[in-house]
């Protein structure tokens, strides 16, 4: 398997510009995380959900973010308008499912800078 | 809240040993892990340990927990240039609910 994919690896864009993050997690996956991940904050969870369906959105900062999961092979993490206070490094992770289940996979995250 | 605390630096000499340290606060934690993160890349799993274990060993990796300190430590024995990297600690229930990490360790390693 590829294991999880993300895009664009690297975005700069202009406050007020709207941003969508790409992620596919690793096939037959059950679970989808968004993290993001600050030099102050370090690594923080946004979102998750489990067979498409947002579990737990509390770590969504604001309005200005949303994410969606159309189907279990995709997902989407959009800001709009973005502000130079989203500059971070965002981590896709997906992980199987099950009781057993220990591992969460990490994709290899994207860079965000708005100036 | 939960929390996860460890130390941002650490340099070592190729050859010894390192030891990074973490504590947590959640003591219902199913598991913990150690995460490595190189420059530019993701998070990969290093290794974890199961909360009714007080130690693990895996090759060069030892992690030991003391669950009534609520301290976590990973040492790697003969510490390699190719160990440099961050190392997060985290915990969690399962990989299937949020884990919570703490902001990484930077493992220097000199030649």
């Known amino acids: 398997d590829a294991g999880v994919i993300q895009s664009p690896r690297h975005e700069v864009t202009e406050m007020g510009q709207e941003v969508t993050l790409r992620c596919k997690p690793i096939?037959?996956?059950?679970?989808l995380f968004w993290y993001r991940q600050t030099m102050m904050r370090g690594l923080e969870l946004l979102i998750y959900f489990n067979n498409n369906v947002p579990i737990d959105d509390s770590g969504m900062p604001e309005d200005r973010f949303s994410a969606k999961m159309p189907n279990a092979s995709f997902s989407t993490l959009k800001i709009q308008p973005s502000e130079p206070r989203d500059s971070a490094v965002y981590f896709c992770a997906s992980s199987l499912g099950g009781t057993a289940t220990y591992e969460q996979y990490f994709g290899p995250g994207t860079r965000l800078t708005v100036t | 809240g939960e929390d996860v605390e460890q130390s941002l630096f650490l340099s070592v000499r190729e050859g010894d040993s390192s030891v990074i340290n973490c504590t947590y606060t959640d003591s219902s934690s199913t598991y913990l892990y150690w995460y490595k993160q190189e420059p530019g890349a993701g998070l990969q799993l290093l290794t974890y340990?199961?909360?009714?274990?007080d130690m693990k060993q895996d090759q060069r990796l030892t992690v030991l927990l003391n669950k009534k300190d609520k301290h976590l430590s990973l040492r790697i024995a003969d510490t390699q240039t190719g160990d440099s990297a961050i190392y997060f600690c985290a915990e969690g229930y399962s990989g299937n609910t949020p884990l919570v990490f703490g902001k990484g360790t930077r493992l220097s390693v000199i030649a």
């Open positions: 340990i199961f909360s009714n274990m």
């Open positions: 096939s037959g996956h059950d679970y």
